[in-house]
C-alpha cells in the first residue's frame, strides 16, 4: 500500500500535481494550511470535490525557531494549547473553506513537541485524539500495518527522489508487507523541496499496471483499511 502526500498547499500542487493525478486515475493527499489556499481556492474545491484528501498542516506551520525563516512562530515558545489552536482553527477553516473536515494531521518539519528543555512536550498524544492519522516527514523506513502507531505514522521524503528510488522503497515495502507514506512539497522540475513531474509520472503508471500489486491510495483511506482489519483480528482473537 502507498499514499502520496504533499505539503503546505502550494500552487504547483493544483497547477501541476492534480492534472497528473487525474490523467492516471490516482489519488494524493494534500496537508494544507488554509491562509496558502486563498489565491486558487477554486481550484482547491475542485480538488476536494474530486475525492482528493485534505489534511491538516496547522494554521502557521510552526517548527523549530532555528530555521531562520520560522520567527517569531517557534515551537519552542508554544504551550499545548496554543497547539491545539492550531489544529482546531485549521480544521474549522478547511471546513468553511472548502466543506471538509480533515481526518489526518501532518507535523510541520516533522516536528512533535512543543515548549524547551525540562518543560518540553510531546503534542504526539494531542494529534491521536483529533485525528486517525498524524504523519511524519523524513522517515527511514515504511509502516507495519500491525504495529504502527497512527499518531506516528513514518514518511520519507519524494523531493529529489528519482524513480529508481521511489520503486525501491516501494519493492522493499512490499517485502516487508509495509504501508508505505511518501511526503513531497512542490512539483514540477528538480529544485529545492520539488518531486519531479516526470518521476512522479513514471511512479503513477508503475502504480497504476496491476502487474505490480501496488494498492495507491489516500493516507486516510489506508489508515482506515488497515484499522478495520486490526478491529477484525481482535475481535477473532476474542480481545
Given at each position: 500500500a502507498v499514499s502520496l502526500s504533499?505539503?503546505?498547499?502550494?500552487?504547483?500542487?493544483?497547477?501541476?500535481?492534480?492534472p497528473l493525478f487525474d490523467r492516471y486515475h490516482a489519488k494524493a493527499t494534500f496537508y494544507v494550511n488554509p491562509p496558502n489556499m486563498k489565491n486558487r481556492l477554486d481550484a482547491w474545491k475542485e480538488a476536494a470535490a474530486k475525492g482528493y484528501e485534505i489534511g491538516n498542516h496547522t494554521m502557521s506551520h510552526p517548527c523549530t525557531g532555528n530555521y531562520a525563516w520560522v520567527g517569531k512562530n517557534a515551537l519552542e515558545d508554544y504551550t499545548m494549547a496554543k497547539?491545539?489552536?492550531?489544529?482546531?482553527?485549521?480544521?474549522?477553516e478547511t471546513q468553511r473553506l472548502l466543506g471538509v473536515k480533515p481526518t489526518t494531521f501532518a507535523y510541520p518539519c516533522g516536528q512533535k513537541f512543543v515548549g524547551r528543555g525540562s518543560g518540553t512536550q510531546s503534542y504526539v498524544p494531542?494529534?491521536?485524539?483529533?485525528?486517525?492519522?498524524?504523519?511524519?516527514?523524513?522517515?527511514?523506513?515504511?509502516?507495519?500495518?500491525?504495529?504502527?502507531?497512527?499518531?506516528?505514522?513514518?514518511?520519507?521524503?519524494?523531493?529529489g527522489m528519482s524513480f529508481e528510488e521511489m520503486?525501491?522503497?516501494v519493492v522493499t515495502a512490499a517485502q516487508n508487507g509495509g504501508w508505505l507514506v511518501f511526503t513531497g512539497h512542490e512539483i514540477g522540475k528538480p529544485d529545492y523541496q520539488v518531486t519531479d513531474a516526470s518521476v512522479?509520472?513514471?511512479f503513477?503508471?508503475?502504480?497504476?499496471?496491476p502487474a505490480n500489486g501496488v494498492w495507491l491510495d489516500t493516507v486516510d483511506?489506508?489508515?482506515?483499511?488497515?484499522?478495520e482489519q486490526r478491529g477484525r483480528t481482535q475481535s477473532s482473537s476474542g480481545f
Amino acid at each position: 500500500a502507498v499514499s502520496l502526500s504533499f505539503d503546505d498547499a502550494r500552487d504547483s500542487q493544483m497547477d501541476v500535481g492534480v492534472p497528473l493525478f487525474d490523467r492516471y486515475h490516482a489519488k494524493a493527499t494534500f496537508y494544507v494550511n488554509p491562509p496558502n489556499m486563498k489565491n486558487r481556492l477554486d481550484a482547491w474545491k475542485e480538488a476536494a470535490a474530486k475525492g482528493y484528501e485534505i489534511g491538516n498542516h496547522t494554521m502557521s506551520h510552526p517548527c523549530t525557531g532555528n530555521y531562520a525563516w520560522v520567527g517569531k512562530n517557534a515551537l519552542e515558545d508554544y504551550t499545548m494549547a496554543k497547539m491545539e489552536h492550531e489544529m482546531d482553527e485549521a480544521n474549522a477553516e478547511t471546513q468553511r473553506l472548502l466543506g471538509v473536515k480533515p481526518t489526518t494531521f501532518a507535523y510541520p518539519c516533522g516536528q512533535k513537541f512543543v515548549g524547551r528543555g525540562s518543560g518540553t512536550q510531546s503534542y504526539v498524544p494531542l494529534a491521536a485524539r483529533k485525528f486517525r492519522v498524524g504523519r511524519g516527514f523524513r522517515d527511514e523506513a515504511a509502516n507495519n500495518p500491525v504495529f504502527c502507531d497512527f499518531a506516528q505514522v513514518l514518511s520519507p521524503q519524494t523531493d529529489g527522489m528519482s524513480f529508481e528510488e521511489m520503486k525501491k522503497w516501494v519493492v522493499t515495502a512490499a517485502q516487508n508487507g509495509g504501508w508505505l507514506v511518501f511526503t513531497g512539497h512542490e512539483i514540477g522540475k528538480p529544485d529545492y523541496q520539488v518531486t519531479d513531474a516526470s518521476v512522479l509520472e513514471q511512479f503513477l503508471k508503475y502504480a497504476g499496471d496491476p502487474a505490480n500489486g501496488v494498492w495507491l491510495d489516500t493516507v486516510d483511506a489506508i489508515a482506515r483499511y488497515i484499522q478495520e482489519q486490526r478491529g477484525r483480528t481482535q475481535s477473532s482473537s476474542g480481545f
